[in-house]
């Protein structure tokens, strides 16, 4: 007689003589990437804090209440009353952070790789369109908690958003729902937050992800433009197979699977050690000596008050621009850094310029 199969594996049978789920999981799982791709598992970490957002920022707002009377005792209450409470919002905070690290780590990485070039320029643009995001959810979050340092944070951004040339105002107004920052501003920013940029990243995400997979992970090694070693160079070739091939599935997940682990060990420590924090409730009446933004905003907090403001507003915006169209703007078509001197060097540059005023910015 034949042994019945365990209940998991009948019901996984009678979905897939129904909907086909075997050739939906070899196509996603059973593919190969080069052996030498080198990604540190960057990506797919800062993939980890997004899902450790979506659960720990779902738990949240089932107790959170987005209005000025009584945004700050919910947080307070949350703390204090509900089981874990503080846990879950300093894993919240925590991972916030954690995932715009790694997004930069993420991004250097293709950078320096040279990741971002043919067939990958659309893969690093939803990149990009990631990073603005990601950053989009730590500028509406800050506010969330209607402390002083969530009002006061928020009003100095909303102002520096409002001297953009030309569309500043409408910005602001955008932002703050009104000339103000009120009750208006608060569910906006709750609204943005927990709908708007959800949605909208886990669709650019989607197709992030789905780029990577059609175009597999690039060769770090790969170089299109030998020469002939008399300076003369080859017409680029397109992308050549990489000689030794890796299973995606189990090898890679599992490496993935365990960088995941170790950092999920690095957030329960840090949160033990350092919850997160709650200042005064926001007084529109009462500003405090210092207001500073969170470290990611610092190098821009920093440039603005020693550039003239101008400059120090349209800089970022133009080297989100640049960053943008970087692919098409960057024709070399080698991939090693060493055949790149000029964007390494820009690379570094711009690195070792956010790096010095980020820390200015948090010395002064
Ligand atoms: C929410 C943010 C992001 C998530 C969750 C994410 C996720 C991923 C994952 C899982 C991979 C494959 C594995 C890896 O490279 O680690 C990947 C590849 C890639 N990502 Fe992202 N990414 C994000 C943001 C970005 C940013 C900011 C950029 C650059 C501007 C970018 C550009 C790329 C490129 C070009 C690849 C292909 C790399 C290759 O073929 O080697 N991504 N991304």
Redesign the pocket.
Known sequence: MEARQPIPMRIWQWLDERYQLTSLMNALLHVVIPSN??????????????GVQAITGTLLAIYYQPTPDTAYDSILFIMNQVRFGWLIRSIHAWSANF?IL???F??L???F?G??KKP??V?????????G??LAFGFTGYLLPWDQRAYWATTVGSEIAGAVPAVGKDLLMFLRAGTDITARTLSRFFGMHVLMLPLT?AA??VI??T??HQ??????DRDVTAGDGEGNKAAPEPEAKPKKLLPFFPNYVLD?VIAWYVMLGLLIILVSLVPAGLEAPADPLRTPEHTKPEWYFLFLYQALKVVPRIVGIMLPILGGVF??L?PFIDRNPNASPRRRPIAVTLGVLVMIGIIVFTIWGWRA
């Open positions: 791709a080198r990604t540190f598992y960057f990506g797919g970490i800062t993939l980890f804090f997004f995932m790694f997004c930069v993420h991004l990485r293709v950078f790789q990741a971002y990958r320029e893969t690093w643009m939803m990149g990009v369109a990631l990073l995001l990601t990243l650019a995400l992030h992800i780029l990577v175009t597999g992970l690039a060769d770090p993935e960053l943008l970087l």
